[in-house]
């Protein structure tokens, strides 16, 4: 079975791409993985022209094709987002946008397979939970709409830097234990 591990955020080395890291390393003795970063794709923002609505395919030609294609081939999907304003990323929310064509509120739409299982983990450098449980709720509606199974979800709160997520390993492991 394969693992998709997707940093959300455009920071490669950050606190979001440590613990997207501790994910990887949890379920490599299950999962065949691979991580991404959504910063390694080059995604243009959706230009609202609904021609997906009749096609089920985008216009644009960028690596949009190239991410999907690694959703298709995942069973089980991870996704780790930092806060930014109190949200998901730009750069993921534009991703999200360009998914329109496999989006399952319009016919015909495109499909990236069923039997997926998708899960959310939320950080933020503050110590209030709200803002992780917006995310969560972002991430999911998604998933709903790609039909990924949502199957858990973990928020952690005060979060800044790569050494807050490694002091949060055993709390990172015990939710990779239900994947």
């Given amino acids: 079975m394969k693992a998709l591990i997707m940093n959300c955020s455009p920071v490669r080395n950050g606190a979001t791409a440590e613990i997207a890291a501790l994910v990887s390393k949890n379920l490599a003795e ?8 959504i910063d390694d794709f080059d995604i243009g ?22 991410l999907m294609n690694l959703y ?3 069973d089980v ?16 929310k534009a991703f999200i946008d360009r998914c329109t064509p496999w989006c399952n509120t319009h016919e015909p739409h495109a499909t990236i397979g069923s039997g997926k299982n998708g899960f959310v983990i939320a950080l933020r450098t503050g110590p209030g939970m709200k803002e992780c449980e917006r995310i969560i709720g972002s991430i999911e509606h998604f998933y709903g709409h790609m039909e990924i199974q949502c199957c858990g979800s973990l928020g952690l709160c005060s979060v ?3 050494k807050d ?5 055993a709390e990172i492991n015990q939710f990779c234990m239900g994947i």
Avoid at 165 to 169: C, V
């Fill in 30 to 37: 299950r999962y065949e993985v691979q991580r991404v970063c």
């Fill in 45 to 66: 923002f959706c230009k609202g022209c609904r021609t997906c609505h009749q096609t089920a395919s985008c216009i644009q030609q960028d690596d949009m094709e190239q």
């Fill in 72 to 74: 298709r081939q995942a």
């Fill in 77 to 92: 999907i991870v996704s780790v987002s930092p806060s930014y304003w109190a949200d998901i990323p730009g750069q993921f």
């Fill in 160 to 162: 800044e830097n790569r």
């Fill in 165 to 169: 997520a490694a002091g949060r390993k």
